[in-house]
């Protein structure tokens, strides 16, 4: 758990506490000793590049035949 900080201070301190989560601290907001809430920073966005994996995969010719009967069953749930 991070620092905790009581809900009357946060209110009193939030542009610092805000520079503090920025930074990479975690901030719990408790009110009456109990948390309540959680001051994190926000991570960036990363990007997702189509087809970034090309040439690395493999799949086997008979990926999509049928499963065997036992193990059909099994997945059924009827043993």
Known sequence: MGRLVNIYDAKTQLSALVEA????????????????AKLVPIRPVVRRRPGRAKGTLWMADDFDAPLPDSLLQAFEGRE
């Open 21 to 36: 989560a920025a930074a990479g601290e975690e901030i719990v907001i408790a009110r009456a000793g109990k948390p309540r």
